[in-house]
């Protein structure tokens, strides 16, 4: 069998690797991939970008693949399992219209709303229908969105209304393109944010194992936001108790409810909530792929079959797979080029990554290339150090030491991933 992964950061890395343990599977193709997938036995990358979908049909029947996994949210929200399943080829995703979870924010909180599954109260606008004094009577802070998709970078967090009232401005004005010509401003929650993932197919969905990522660049939750800085897996917030909660009020109405509105959701199912001090999940945002960084620790973890359980998943096959995990906890730290989540200059050499090799765990690459046989920098978050241990506190230890092994100029990583899981453990 043949596998053609979609998208070229961390997390395609992580699908690549994970694919390439299969049974049956003889190679895995990566479109277009990074150096870290160029340079794993048994994958190989195709030179065709993530969002030309014409391009990528022609490799899937060119090569004969089997199964295309879509990583990045992009080719989903433009519809490239329509295309594909129209095709006659299995591609794993939602289609577009259910991919509208994660491209309009404002879809999804109508869907939300109108299927009273929790989430933060809110109201959308255009300029066209603006209400400022609607915005000047809601308490602050206020979180303001561009509901398209603006690459994980189109939420403010509004501490007072002058700032919400500039920021929605500045949206209406082109700060996200045709992102921000819709804004959604709702409340802010407090509590811890938990990731919660599925692969959802047909009547089925089976949870991946609980992770939790790090969204701010700085040690201590500091700085701006990001793609996210690391993650472990599992994550102690999400107990048994709140596990079958978020299943049974968040999971399964969102499923049955796509499946009522004639959008049955197949694929990566990713809920971003927060847990409120009484244990209340609400969603924060969906999206419609696995989250990055969190595939490089859950998928270090997984021991099932991942290409099996993805064409269970298409053919409504779940019911017959459970999950099977390592019982060690992962943790993964991100390596980014200097001046992320800014501008960043590709092209600086990665060095160690062989050393690293040797060591225990497994170094992702995101934001990587080979130019004449050397690993270069070519993105914001250049790579992922994932280790495992007994404990998270081990798992840290162990990425930590990859971390340590690999170098790049200017590499900026936090030092305290993990740090919450760690301030639970007795
Ligand atoms: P999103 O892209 O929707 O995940 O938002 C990015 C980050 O902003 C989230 O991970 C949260 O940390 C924060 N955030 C988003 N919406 C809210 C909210 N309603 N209340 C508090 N924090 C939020």
Redesign the pocket.
Known sequence: MKVLIVGNGGREHALAWCCTRGKGVTEVLVAPGNAGTGTEPGVRNVPVAATDIPGLIAVARAEGVDLTIIGPETPLVMGVVDEFTAAGLRCLGPRRAAARLEGS?AFAKEFLLRHRIPT?RYRSFTRADFDADWVRAQPAPL?I?ASGLAA?K??V?APDTATALATIEDMFAGRFGAAGDTVVV?????GE?ASFIVLAGGAHAMPFASSQDH?RLGDGDSGP?TGGMGAYSPAPVVTEALHERIMREIIAPTLRALAIEGMPYTGFLYA?L?IDASGAPRV??FNCRFGDPEAQAVLARLRSDLPALCNAAIEDRLGEYVMEWDPRAALGVVMAAEGYPGTVQNGREVSGLARAAELPGKVFQAGTELRDGRVVTSGGRVLCAVGLGADVGEAQRAAYALVDCVAFPGAQYRHDIGHRALARTP
């Open positions: 924010k933060a979180v969105k994980g189109g939420v967090i709702e409340e802010f929650l407090q944010e969204k936001n971003g927060m924060i945002e």
